[in-house]
């Protein structure tokens, strides 16, 4: 099944953008009548019929609206270091949103390689992860944020910093208590700094570690997300 997605949709009736239409009907050679499948981006999903197939604004008739199968009652925030070669951070926005993920900022740390991002550019592989995963939530991407900045925000829920050092023994799977909100630190390949860490917990963030292995920041940043997930679905 082809998902498909809109973020404005208006009820009975939709004018698609010119890209979504362009894909639906000149690509995948949809027609009148046709059936097709959309989310908002925001926990819903919606079978329709194109009453209109203009390549150029396709209208579409929602006839069933339904509840995503991925709401769930507890949110994933993951504030992670771009990677200095961006297609890293590409695959872990791809991975973590396939896995189910809520909010993802990227954090601009003292040993950062990479300050830039390209905000449209980094959302366009969300949506299309959502879409190729079935998924109903678009997860929100935060623009780029200082670390200092960052941990000053105030959060309801659990509050983690991941990074590597002989003395975090606690791991995440044994931190973190299913069903509530989480946010979790992740730092650039040079890793967070002493003083970054220090500030991080004088404010309530809990280091733990991800595991034995060490890892590049965006595999753990899946790791995170995956563990979060994990429990929860054993919860």
């Known amino acids: 099944m082809n998902l498909f997605y809109s973020p ?11 890209e979504e239409s362009k894909h639906i ?5 949809k027609s009148t009548g046709d059936t097709v499948f959309f989310t ?4 819903y999903n919606y079978k329709c ?8 604004r396709c209208v579409i008739e929602i006839i069933e609206k339904s509840k995503g199968k991925d709401n769930r009652d507890y949110q994933i925030h993951i504030a992670i270091a771009p990677t200095k070669n961006i297609a890293r951070f590409e695959w872990f926005l791809e991975k973590s949103t396939e896995i189910g993920i809520d909010t993802i900022t ?15 550019r980094l959302n366009k592989v969300i949506t299309s992860a959502m879409k190729q995963s079935l998924k109903s939530h678009h997860p929100i991407l935060h623009d780029k944020t200082k670390f200092s900045d960052l941990i000053k925000k105030t959060f309801d829920g659990q509050k983690f910093i991941a990074y590597i050092d002989k003395d975090v023994t606690l791991e995440l799977s044994k931190a ?4 509530q909100d989480v946010i979790i630190l992740i730092g ?6 002493p003083e970054e860490v220090e500030a991080a917990k004088s404010i309530g963030f809990i280091p733990v570690s991800l595991g034995k292995s060490r890892l590049r920041t965006e595999t753990a940043g899946v790791v995170a997300c995956h563990t979060i997930s994990l429990l929860n679905s054993n919860y």
């Open 40 to 43: 908002d981006g925001m926990g």
């Open 188 to 193: 650039p390949e040079g890793d967070f700094s």
């Open 25 to 29: 009907i000149r690509v995948l050679r």
């Open 106 to 120: 990227p954090i601009i740390c003292y040993h950062s390689e990479r300050k830039e991002v390209k905000i449209d």
């Open 176 to 179: 973190y208590n299913p069903g």
């Open 8 to 18: 404005n949709i208006i009820e009975p009736v939709t004018t698609l953008t010119e």
């Open 49 to 56: 019929t194109i009453i209109d197939a203009n390549p150029k």
